[in-house]
């Protein structure tokens, strides 16, 4: 299949619109945003105000909204589902983020929609599948490597999003069940409790410890930083930060460095666009290891490799800075070339597991006052900065500036004169000045470069100028006054007619013909939780359709995760890599929870074999309000 030239877009996450608007002015391309409810991060809502709010924002920049409705869904949902979907697109938005198959079922305004990774997308068929049945966007598995990736995009056509910096969850996008089976709250209603962050024991089949007391689940965080690339060449089009649920300095931080890293590929490579308008300046430079990382890995897309697990803590160590030299009465020393600063946060890995941290009241060169030591510090332990005071203070300024480059004209009329404004999309306005006589200028070169100068200012208006024409029949006298409200009318007028233009991109019609589903059985798996979703994949040649794992009906045990990361690798015990190897199941042990590994070694997949607890209610729960998401 030919693939067209989809412009490079860089995504980026909104827990409510002033987040989103601070990604727009730190580069965003498009941002993500969840609505009154049905969106998959729990605490991550707003209402549909502030919906509006963040599209009128985005769209002077011809970015775009993308409104998260990625839940599976009751059948008494439905329709409270649908009439948010209508609000959504009423207030601006571009897209709707959809797992639930049911919707598609729906009378959905004609707004754009893609497919959440939780439909979990990982191959060719499924992609192909997803196009054919009217998505135009497709988020792909964050376990696909850049083969894989372009796999997918030489047989697809549709657009292909990718998380290219985040948290990693470890199994399968919408295959993950273990919250649910343990505490009734379901990933695939937005309630994760996290299960993969816990420490556990790993003992094999004969009862042996392999390890114990370590975060075996949890992963590092996800840094393509190396692979934009590389991405961009296999096929990648959306580059997507995950993150509805972290704070700003994250969000600013993130989204500067990856729209610096999308903008030298875009100057280097012609065959790539840029897929908004306006250019960001930053008072900052942005480094992503100060904001909340457990660490990076690139994951699977160089394909499997070490090292890709948080295992000794899931929670934010930050940059190693040097080893403590010596311990004093309230104070320590720090061997180390880095600056430190009153208020930075520093922690060690307490021996057990753990993590401690210190806040530093005072930094004298090397000499830190922390405001307690904790008994476990001792000297030569290694130290990490997990709180860098000063870069933390440079983002809770204003820390960019977007501006959209416009070419100002000022021309003559027969009352008087005219303003154009051009911008960088050839949107254009022009604003006449109220009657007023010609007056020749005194000093006609002077006279000039005033005016150059004056309509040049455009002050904190989202736009910059570019050189100034003048199509004057001879130099005349302008009042300043006059030439700055002909400016700031044009100005208000150009930002008005961008929002009132923004090209919203149109629904894909589906095949005229229903595609086949890649599969004519879905198990528990498929995540059909309405009669709607059953309709849709009965149209599409489903024969045997069992309900999602949220209606409660297996009983026994069943895979709770899917996911590619596998301990015997890790522990070097992979049958594929040792000799004489057999892939037995093993066991991961929390307090009295136990759960069973089973490894597919064809496939390259471990299973995380569980049941649901006694005593769990089913996650029914109820629909959320705007406080949620």
């Not at 709010?53 to 589902?81: K, M, Q, S, W």
């Not at 860098?388 to 416009?406: C, I």
């Not at 979703?533 to 297996?554: K, P, S």
């Given at each position: ?9 860089l ?8 987040f ?12 993500y945003?969840?609505g ?12 549909v ?18 409104v ?19 609000q959504?697109?009423?207030?601006g ?13 729906m ?12 439909t ?31 796999m ?19 199994a ?18 937005g ?7 816990l ?30 690339l590389?991405?961009a060449q ?12 972290k ?17 030298a ?11 908004s ?14 904001t ?56 060690f ?7 401690s941290?210190?806040?530093i ?11 307690e ?7 030569g ?22 501006r ?19 911008d960088?999309?050839?949107v ?7 009657e ?7 000093n006609p ?22 050189p ?5 029949s ?13 400016r ?9 007619a ?35 979703a ?6 599409h ?28 690798y890790?522990f ?5 890599e ?11 042990i929390?307090?009295n ?37």
């Amino acid at each position: 299949m030919t693939r067209p030239n989809h412009p490079l877009e860089l995504l980026a996450p909104a827990r409510n619109a002033d987040f989103g608007i601070e990604a727009i002015k730190h580069g965003a391309d498009a941002v993500y945003i969840g609505g009154p409810a049905f969106g998959a991060r729990y605490g991550a809502g707003n209402d549909v105000a502030e919906i509006r709010r963040l599209c009128d924002f985005a769209h002077r920049y011809r970015a775009r909204v993308f409104v998260a409705l990625n839940t599976i869904l009751r059948d008494d949902e439905l329709e409270h589902a649908r009439r948010l979907a209508w609000q959504s697109w009423e207030a601006g938005a571009d897209a709707l983020i959809v797992q639930d198959m049911g919707l598609l079922e729906m009378d959905l305004p004609p707004i754009q929609l893609h497919a959440s990774t939780q439909t979990d997308n990982r191959s060719p068929e499924k992609i192909r599948f997803l196009e054919d049945a009217g998505f135009s966007q497709v988020v792909l598995a964050r376990e696909l490597s850049l083969n894989e990736i372009l796999m997918i995009s030489s047989q697809t056509t549709v657009t292909l999003e990718y998380f290219v910096h985040g948290a990693l969850c470890v199994a399968y996008s919408g295959q993950c069940y273990i919250s649910h089976a343990h505490t009734g709250r379901s990933a695939n209603r937005g309630e994760c409790s996290q299960a993969c962050r816990l420490p556990y024991t790993l003992v094999d089949d004969k009862g042996k410890t392999i390890t114990e007391n370590q975060h075996l689940l949890s992963m590092k965080d996800n840094n393509q930083t190396g692979n934009i690339l590389a991405l961009a060449q296999a096929g990648v089009s959306s580059f997507k930060i995950e993150g509805r649920l972290k704070d700003l300095s994250y969000v600013k931080n993130i989204t500067a460095h990856y729209r610096i890293l999308l903008d030298a590929v875009i100057a280097a490579h012609p065959e790539f666009t840029r897929a908004s308008s306006g250019k960001s300046a930053y008072t900052f430079e942005p480094q992503p290891d100060k904001t909340f990382n457990r660490g990076y890995t690139d994951y699977f897309a160089n394909d499997r490799q070490d090292d890709i697990g948080a295992f000794d803590s899931p929670a934010f160590v930050g940059e190693q800075i040097g080893d403590v030299a010596e311990i004093g009465d309230a104070w320590l020393v720090v061997n180390s070339d880095q600056t430190f600063h009153n208020g930075d946060g520093v922690c060690f890995h307490d021996g057990h597991g753990g993590i401690s941290g210190m806040r530093i009241n005072r930094a004298e060169g090397n000499k830190l006052f922390p405001a307690e030591i904790p008994a476990e510090l001792s000297e030569g332990a290694t130290l990490f900065r997990n709180r860098d005071q000063e870069f933390e203070r440079a983002l809770e300024k204003d820390s960019a500036d977007r501006r959209v480059a416009v070419r100002p004209l000022l021309s003559e009329t027969a009352a008087g004169f005219r303003l154009t404004l051009t911008d960088e999309d050839g949107v254009s306005v022009a604003v006449d000045t109220p009657e007023m006589a010609k007056t020749p200028a005194e000093n006609p070169e002077r006279a000039l470069a005033t005016l150059r100068d004056n309509l040049g200012k455009f002050g904190n208006t989202m736009f910059v100028a570019g050189p100034v024409q003048l199509e004057l029949s001879q130099p005349w006298f302008l009042p300043v006054a006059a030439v700055n409200a002909l400016r700031r009318e044009a100005a208000e007028k150009l930002q008005a007619a961008r929002i009132a233009t923004h090209p919203r991109p149109p629904r894909a019609a589906p095949a005229a013909e229903p595609h086949p589903y890649p599969q004519e059985e879905l198990t528990y798996l498929g995540n059909v939780f309405n009669a709607r979703a059953r309709q849709f994949y009965e149209r599409h040649g489903v024969r045997l359709i069992e309900d999602a794992y949220e209606a409660g009906n297996e009983k026994g045990l069943v895979s709770l995760m899917i996911t590619r990361h596998c301990l015997r690798y890790s522990f070097n015990l992979c049958p594929k890599e040792v000799k004489h190897l057999k892939p037995d199941p093993m066991s991961l042990i929390n307090g009295n929870e136990k759960l069973i590994l089973r490894f597919d070694c064809k496939a390259c997949e471990m299973h995380v074999i569980g049941k649901m607890k006694k005593g769990v209610k089913l996650s029914l729960g109820t629909v959320r309000t705007e406080t949620c998401g």
